[in-house]
C-alpha cells in the first residue's frame, strides 16, 4: 500500500530531522496544502471510521486541544523543570486515563482495518510485552494515522500526510530492543509495511551525532540519546539501508543542517 500526498525523513537521532521537516512543511503548505501529523489526523477524521462513545468523544478532544496548546521545543527546559517539581502528574489518574482512551482508539480503529495484515502481526510479535508496550501504542497511533489518511485523501486532495515519526524512523526502537533475530525482523518489516510515497533518508557523521546529543544532554533542549544507543541505531541503519531498492529514498547530507546548530556548540 502506498500514500499519495505524504512523506517521511528517517536518520539517526540529532541529524536534523526535525529542522528539516519543519522547513519543508512550510513549503508544502506554500502550495495550498494542510499537512497534518498522525494525531492531527486522528483528531479530525478517526470519528469517521471507527465508532465512538461520548467518552471516546472527550478523550479525542483532549489530544485535539493539547495540539493547539503545544509549547514551542524552545521551552523544553521550562517545561522539564516543572515536570521535576510536580512529580504527582505522572501518577495523575486521569491524564492515564484518557492517554490510555486515546489509545484503545488507535488500536480498536487498527484491529477493525487491518485484520489480516502481515505488518500487523509483525508489530505486535516484537512489541507486545509489557515492557514495550509504549511502542506499540506509539505503532496504532501511527498505523490508525495512515489508514485513515490513505481514505481521506481520496476525496480531499489538498490535504498532506507528513509525520513527526514515520514507520521507517521506528525501526531504529530496535536499537533498545534485546533481539536476536534484528535482521530477520527488519526484512520482514520492510517488505510488509504501508510505503508514504516522498521518503528521505538524512545522513550524518558520527561526530555530528554525538555533538548533538552532548549539547541536548547538557542544555536538555530536546531529547537526546544515550552513547550506546546511539551505537545500536548505526547497526539498525545499516540494515535499513540494505533496503534502498525497496524502500526508494532520496538520500540528504545533514552536514548543511547541521550548520544551523554549530554556532550553540
Known amino acids: 500500500m502506498k500514500i499519495i500526498n505524504s512523506c517521511e525523513i528517517f536518520g539517526l537521532p540529532g541529524s536534523g530531522k526535525t529542522f528539516l521537516r519543519d522547513k519543508l512543511k512550510k513549503k508544502i503548505e ?20 471507527c465508532k465512538t462513545t461520548l ?12 495540539i493547539k496548546v503545544k509549547n514551542p521545543k524552545n521551552n523544553f527546559k521550562k517545561n522539564f523543570n516543572k515536570i521535576i ?31 489480516k495484515s502481515k505488518f500487523l502481526d509483525i508489530i505486535e510479535k516484537n512489541f507486545s510485552n509489557h515492557q514495550k508496550k509504549i511502542y506499540l501504542e506509539r505503532f496504532y497511533e501511527l ?4 489508514f485513515i489518511f490513505n481514505k481521506i485523501s481520496r476525496h480531499k486532495k489538498k490535504i498532506y500526510f507528513f509525520p513527526d515519526e514515520g ?8 536499537g533498545k530492543l534485546r533481539n536476536k533475530n534484528i535482521k530477520k525482523i527488519i526484512k520482514n518489516y520492510v517488505y510488509n509495511m504501508p510505503v508514504l510515497n516522498d521518503i528521505i533518508y538524512l545522513k550524518a557523521n558520527t561526530f555530528q551525532i554525538e555533538k548533538v546529543n552532548s549539547f541536548r544532554k547538557k542544555n536538555l533542549t530536546e531529547k537526546y540519546q544515550k552513547k550506546n ?14 533496503y534502498e531498492k525497496k524502500i526508494k529514498f ?9 550548520k544551523n546548530y554549530k554556532n550553540d556548540f
Open 30 to 49: 506554500n502550495k495550498g496544502y494542510i499537512v497534518l501529523n498522525n494525531r492531527e489526523v486522528i483528531t479530525k477524521y478517526l470519528k469517521f471510521f
Open 167 to 174: 514507520l521507517i524512523q521506528k525501526i531504529y526502537i530496535l
Open 85 to 115: 517539581k510536580k512529580k504527582k502528574l505522572t501518577n495523575n489518574v486521569i491524564s492515564n486515563m484518557v492517554r490510555k482512551g486515546y489509545y484503545n482508539l488507535c488500536k480498536k480503529c487498527v484491529k477493525q482495518n487491518y485484520r
Open 143 to 146: 498505523l490508525a494515522a495512515v
Open 250 to 258: 532520496k538520500k540528504l547530507y545533514s552536514k548543511l543542517i547541521f
Open 229 to 242: 544507543f546511539i551505537k545500536n541505531y548505526y547497526l539498525i541503519e545499516k540494515e535499513i539501508l540494505k
Open 55 to 66: 467518552i471516546d468523544k472527550i478523550y479525542i478532544k483532549y489530544f485535539s486541544l493539547s
